[in-house]
């Protein structure tokens, strides 16, 4: 029996000071908070969740499907890339594929395996995907690109660093639906996405 080596980084640990609430306990589709539902659409999709919390927001989770990992950034506050490079400590050499994404970038299952599909298929460095070529999230790597991820740092831009560096290795996946664009940054973003059914095709 193979062992599951694909990983997702669920960064969790924000201030959300747009939002004015901590989104970790928005409530999301099929009664499960924002958070939630990513854990479990990733688990669905064959990946192993790592969520970087803060240690404001880590006391009041609710439990996690057992195979959750978690974490604590101690200190969010130095920026995205700080909880990034935390999550990066949980993550095995010879992982298969890596994804990364926000708390508010919620997906449905269904565009992590097509992403991991075609990552593996055609063995990308990155995978991204898009809607009507614009890149979306998550965006998956490969191992060759650790020591690249370890290397980031909020003054470079931290993970755009990387897409702007590597290009023109991108993979980029065309899909139907730009919920791969939804990014829930505001009460504004979060009620057009939370009012808008799933789609039933991406």
């Known amino acids: 029996m193979s062992i599951n080596q694909n990983f997702a980084i669920i960064l969790a640990a924000g201030q959300s000071?747009?939002?004015?609430?901590?989104?970790?306990?928005?409530?999301?589709?099929?009664?499960?908070?924002?958070?939630q539902y990513q854990i479990t659409e990733f688990l669905k999709a064959d990946f192993i969740p790592i969520v970087v919390l803060s240690p404001q927001n880590a006391t009041y989770q609710p439990e996690f499907p057992p195979e959750t990992q978690t974490i604590i950034?101690?200190?969010?506050?130095?920026?995205?890339?700080?909880?990034i490079l935390t999550g990066l400590t949980q993550i095995p050499a010879n992982f298969t594929s890596l994804a990364i994404s926000a708390v508010d970038q919620p997906r449905p299952k269904e565009v992590y395996q097509k992403l991991h599909y075609f990552h593996q298929s055609n063995k990308a460095l990155i995978t991204a995907p898009a809607h009507q070529n614009r890149?979306?999230?998550?965006?998956?790597?490969?191992?060759?690109?650790?020591?690249?991820l370890n290397s980031i740092s909020e003054a470079n831009q931290g993970l755009r660093q990387i897409v702007k560096e590597f290009n023109s290795s991108i993979q980029k996946i065309e899909f139907n639906h730009p919920i791969v664009l939804a990014d829930l940054n505001t009460p504004e973003h979060y009620q057009t996405w939370f009012s808008s059914p799933l789609p039933s095709q991406i």
């Not at 000071?17 to 958070?35: A, D, E, I, S, V």
């Open 17 to 35: 000071t747009r939002m004015g609430t901590c989104k970790t306990f928005l409530p999301w589709y099929n009664n499960q908070t924002l958070l």
């Open 73 to 83: 950034n101690p200190d969010p506050s130095r920026g995205k890339t700080s909880s």
């Open 135 to 148: 890149l979306g999230h998550p965006i998956l790597f490969c191992p060759e690109m650790l020591p690249h």
